[in-house]
């Protein structure tokens, strides 16, 4: 019924000298039914089409819907009915009438309300929105670059620190120490050769080389056969 009535509008405004006045301009489907309980007139205005004759096209009406618009219609006089037929501004009153009109159209104004109240609000924080965006961008260009070097800084201090504390390094560092420990208890050993050191301070210093040479050493041999490594 609603369909048909947009494809009749349309046709009426592209042909309006085509519309003789008291001539019907609704198919006699759109109101007429095999079970209608309203008589057909002799005047042939109204007519029964069969099921097989009628137009085929999608219905968007629930049936408790249509059963409404049924009873809506079925509550007019044959008068009233050929009204609706003839007489347009009559028809758009009977259907802004219903039910199933009214919340549509209810509908859609709340939906019209709502976007044009997003639309308003995002009007509105557009300067606040463009603030933010350039803040954004000098933040970017100034502050970040700064902040993201100063990070590149600490992320290589903080590499070479852990190389240095690493098992690796830190074997490295023992062995080291070994061979420099090593390397004085020899000079030291040459001088007493050469007469050029007292046996006694000899003694001392010779005994704390070699100490600290074997607590290293065992240190290193007790790291590398550590499981942990």
């Given at each position: 019924?609603?369909?048909?009535?947009?494809?009749?509008?349309?046709?009426?405004?592209?042909?309006?000298?085509?519309?003789?006045?008291?001539?019907?301009?609704?198919?006699?489907?759109?109101?007429?039914?095999?079970?209608?309980?309203?008589?057909?007139?002799?005047?042939?205005?109204?007519?029964?089409?069969?099921?097989?004759?009628?137009?085929?096209?999608p219905?968007?009406?629930?049936?408790?819907?249509?059963?409404?618009?049924?009873a809506?219609?079925?509550?007019?006089?044959?008068?009233?009915?050929?009204?609706?037929?003839?007489?347009?501004?009559?028809?758009?009153?009977?259907?802004?009438?219903?039910?199933?009109?009214?919340?549509?159209?209810?509908?859609?104004?709340?939906?019209?309300?709502?976007?044009?109240?997003?639309?308003?609000?995002?009007?509105?924080?557009?300067?606040?929105?463009?603030?933010?965006?350039?803040?954004?961008?000098?933040?970017?260009?100034?502050e970040?670059?700064?902040?993201?070097?100063?990070?590149?800084?600490?992320?290589?201090?903080?590499?070479?620190?852990?190389?240095?504390?690493?098992?690796?390094?830190l074997?490295?560092?023992?062995?080291?120490?070994?061979?420099?420990?090593?390397?004085?208890?020899?000079?030291?050993?040459?001088?007493?050769?050469?007469?050029?050191?007292?046996?006694?301070?000899?003694?001392?210093?010779?005994?704390?080389?070699?100490?600290?040479?074997?607590?290293?050493?065992?240190?290193?041999?007790?790291?590398?056969?550590?499981?942990?490594?």
């Amino acid at each position: 019924m609603f369909k048909f009535w947009n494809s009749q509008q349309q046709e009426a405004s592209s042909r309006p000298h085509d519309v003789v006045p008291g001539q019907s301009w609704h198919p006699s489907s759109a109101v007429t039914s095999p079970g209608s309980s309203h008589p057909s007139t002799a005047g042939g205005s109204y007519s029964v089409q069969r099921p097989s004759e009628r137009p085929q096209s999608p219905s968007h009406v629930s049936p408790s819907e249509a059963a409404g618009i049924i009873a809506a219609l079925k509550s007019k006089s044959v008068d009233e009915l050929r009204k609706l037929l003839t007489d347009k501004q009559a028809y758009n009153s009977f259907l802004l009438s219903l039910d199933q009109v009214k919340t549509q159209n209810n509908v859609r104004d709340e939906l019209r309300k709502e976007t044009l109240h997003l639309a308003r609000t995002n009007l509105e924080k557009e300067p606040q929105i463009t603030e933010l965006r350039n803040q954004c961008r000098v933040i970017r260009t100034t502050e970040l670059a700064a902040a993201q070097e100063r990070l590149n800084e600490l992320e290589k201090q903080k590499e070479e620190i852990l190389k240095c504390y690493s098992p690796a390094s830190l074997l490295q560092k023992l062995q080291e120490a070994m061979n420099k420990t090593e390397a004085e208890s020899e000079t030291l050993h040459k001088l007493l050769i050469d007469r050029e050191i007292e046996v006694g301070a000899f003694l001392q210093k010779y005994k704390k080389l070699r100490t600290s040479y074997h607590r290293r050493a065992l240190t290193h041999l007790a790291a590398k056969t550590s499981p942990v490594l």
